[in-house]
C-alpha cells in the first residue's frame, strides 16, 4: 500500500519543484554567471538575456495592436466617452453657474499672475490693432461727414427756413463742407484712434475680468449649448485629423521599449509576478498533478 502512495507522491513533489525552479529561471538570475572564467549555462535567466528584444516586441506589438489610430479614435469617439464629455462639460457649468469668484480669481487656479497679465495684454493688443487697422483704412471719416451733412439738409428741409428755400442756398455748399470735414474728421481718427479703441477695450477687459463666474454663465446661457456642441465638434476634428501625427510625434513604441530597458530587472520581475500570480502559481500546481499523474503510471506497470 505504501509503494501506491509514494511513487504519485514523489511524482507531485518532482514536477511541483522542476515547475516551481524553471519559473524561477525566466527571471533569474538577472546577470551572467562564470566559474573559473567559465561562463554557467542558462546565465542569466531568459527574461533578463532577452530583455532587449522582448522590450522591442512589446513596443511593436503595443503601438500595432493596442495604441493604433483605429483603436484610440473608436475608443475616442465611442457614444460613452462622448457622453462621459457631455456630463463632465454639464457638471462644470452647473458648478460654475454658483461660482462667485471673478474670472480674474478662478483664472489663477490654473495660471500665474504673469501668464493672466500676459495673456490680457496680447488679447487686449490684438483687438486695438485690428480695430484701428479697420478704422484707418475703411475712410470712416468719410461716411461720418456724409451721413452729418445729409442729416442737417434734411433738417434744414423740415424747418421754417427750408420752406422759404435755405435749403437751396446750402445745398451747392454741402459737397465742400462734406469734404472738409471728412478730412478733419480722418486726421482725428488717425491721431486718436488707437488711444480711444485702447482705453474702450482696456475698459471692458477690467469689467469683463470683474464679473463673477455665475454672471457669465447666467448672462450667456443661451450660447451654452453652441459653446458645449463647439467643443465637441473641435474634439472630434483633433481625433480624427490630428491623432496620426501625435501617434507618430509620440511614437508609442520607442518609449515602451525605452521605458523596459530602463527598468531595473528586479522592478520588472515584480511587476510580471504580481500580474501573473496566479496564472504562474497554477503551473507549479499543475506540474504537481502531472508529476502525480506519471507516478500513478509508473506504479501500475
Known sequence: MFHYIVGPLVGAVIGYITNDIAIRMLFRPHQPKYIMGVHIPFTPGIIPKEKSRIATSIGKAVSENLMNREVLEKSLLSDDMLAKMGAAIDEFVATQSQNQETIEQFARHYLSDEDIDAMRNDVTSGIVKMITGKLQDSRLGDSIAHMATEHALEKTRNSLAGRLGADLLMQPLAQPIEKLMAKHINEILQNNSQQMIQNLVTEESDHLMEMTMSQVITSHSEQLEQVKSGIFNAYRVIITEHLPRILQDIDISAIIEDRINEMDMAEAEAIIL????????????????????????????
Open 274 to 301: 504580481d500580474v501573473m500570480k496566479k496564472e504562474l502559481r497554477a503551473i507549479v500546481w499543475l506540474g504537481a498533478l502531472l508529476g502525480s499523474i506519471m507516478g500513478i503510471f509508473s506504479v501500475l506497470a
